[in-house]
């Protein structure tokens, strides 16, 4: 009896001797947090007396604008007598321009509808009857709305991206893939490109290769390559070890063993990553027509600029419907991979893309014969008038005097007064040293001291950089638009992670909203809402949205189902299954989803420098449009700066676990 009273004393005296030490050792969010205090408790004072509070200092900048133009001068004086620009960039140049054009030109060979037919016969071979038809009537609603030549060009621009962009990412993920040291190198450039806003791509590129459309396919490809190369990597290094083994015993040379096994085993992941690399590339594209890139991109940027939306929408509807039909066929090709073949025998393997090829080659030859080459102007929707017309009729019914509500315009001004602008005073009327031990923070919570480090570091170039003001004005709509994604996200989020109806129906909103490009979504906020940093964050909102809802329904839906029933046997009623059950085991998705929607939103912020939203999106916006390369490079660096912080800051630790696995 003595024994059993003394057996719970003793953890009891060893927890009273338990020193405050061995507690922080317990408790490492804790421990970093408070060594972070000492530290800023010795630094701050001193930073504090020698520089001062607020905004950063005037002495810790550093002007780079005048080495900048004079880097921008050199180039644009020997852009046409250098040995670099004649015989590399140059060359690089011309096979751009030509590649492009002998795209567009077998276009326009095809006719309207020999590319109908293509589009429809490889969407038949690759993902099925109802994706052809899909393809077929998209195309043929291109030349309805008039954009015909727009849309020839940008696909011509988009096919010569893509393949540059899958043969470079190949390449890159090949090396990755079979080799560790390669791997480690290159993990964290792909990380910081991956993160990195596309306005953020487009005045490297200009600097060397001017307006135009080498430039604009160029910034496509270093924006699209990314994706192909970590997804072939992390297909080969995935490759299973006993198939692997299997191929070794039977004496296969390391090029059996890649064409034979590790390639087949990694279909998948490349289509995946060829599904991604045509996306991105597709929002790219549009994106450069700030720098020439011409086709539907250039119809939507300068209809825009005048702020025409029924011409914004005309040519907006058409990237969509590319959009959708890239993604869906792309997508349904790699579900389709060791499927059992579908169809009549004799329309399968090279006979059905035999009777695929002679059905377009008639097809354009009739075109042809009949003059069909390029869509008839009298066979054309003009949807302009009165989309500009309902436009009109909302600015006099819902831009203002809407009962309770106010109206859009009244919403924009209430969230600019009420919420970014306090926001932005206050971040920018925080003591600049504030803001860096904020981050760190935030940074080694959840992360390393390295992941601090780099989030701090790169704060801290900003301020050198001399941009800080708008950089926190860019901030402060970044976290604004944030905030309302993950409130509606999640609260969205819960209901379809408990009602499988609701999923269904919104499902196809959401897949469609998740291919659209960047720059359609400006489009009907400049109808409700006019131009502003409202507009911009609105925009944002809803182009993050559909990943933040489709990350946390999977995080909410792949919950422990014994945690839930013990739960449930309990009494806990939904409340408390979803605050004490669900949210705590689905922390790793719901960090996933706050990281998207932080560079998602980031990524339209910066964009919304079309719009008004000012701050670094406009800097890099006047830089394009003036030739002040060195304003926007300045701009450009920070945009990077600040992608890197914010990516850093929010996901560090989830995405280092999720590669390494």
Known sequence: MATAQATPARPVATGARRGPLAALRERPAAAKLLLLALVAAVVVPVVHGRWG??????????????????????????????????YFFGHISNAVVLSVRGVYLVLLALGWAGVTVLAAAVAWRVAGLRLALTAGVSFLLCGLLGMWVPTMQTLALMVVAVLASVVL???????????????????????????????AYLLPVVLVFGIGVPGAVLATVV??????????????????????????????????????????????????????????????????????????GDRVYQALSSVDVGAALAAGIPIVLLAVVLDRT???????????????????????WALAAVVTAAVAAAGRATGGRVWPEDVTVAIAGPVNTAKDWMVDHLYTGVPVVGGTADLASHFTSGVLNPLRSGLTGLPWWSVLLIVAALAWTIGTWRTAATAVLAMAAIGVLGVWEPSMDTLSQVLAAVAVTLVIGFGIAVGTARSERLERLLRPVLDVFQTMPQFVYLIPVVALFGVGRAPAAAAAVVYALPAVIRITTQGLRGVDPAAMECARSLGATPGQQLRQVQIPLARPSLLLAVNQAVVLVLAVVIIGGLVGSGALGYEVVLGLAQGDLATGLVAGAAIVCLGLMLDRVTQPTTRRQRQES
Do not use: C
Not at 169 to 193: H, I, K, Y
């Open 330 to 352: 792309t997508e349904a090709a790699g579900r389709r991979i060791g499927a059992e073949p579908t169809g009549p025998v004799l329309l399968r393997g090279w006979r059905g």
């Open 169 to 199: 990412g190949l390449l890159l993920g090949l090396a990755a893939g079979l080799s560790d040291r390669v791997f480690r190198l290159l993990r964290p450039v792909l990380d910081t490109m991956q993160v990195l806003p596309a306005f």
């Open 223 to 296: 924006y699209a390559a990314p994706p192909m190369a970590r997804l072939t990597a992390l297909g080969l290094r995935g490759a299973d070890s006993g198939v692997m083994e299997a191929v070794t015993s039977l004496g296969a040379t390391g090029r059996q063993r890649l064409l034979s096994a590790r390639l087949p085993l990694a279909r998948k992941e490349l289509l995946l990553g060829l599904n991604q690399t045509i996306m991105m590339a597709l929002s790219m594209a549009v994106i450069a027509s700030v720098i020439g890139a011409g086709g539907l």
């Open 53 to 86: 509070g607020g905004i950063w200092p005037e002495a810790l900048t550093a002007d780079l604008s005048a080495p900048l133009g004079d880097v921008t001068d050199w180039i644009v004086s020997n852009r046409d007598s250098h040995p670099l620009f004649l």
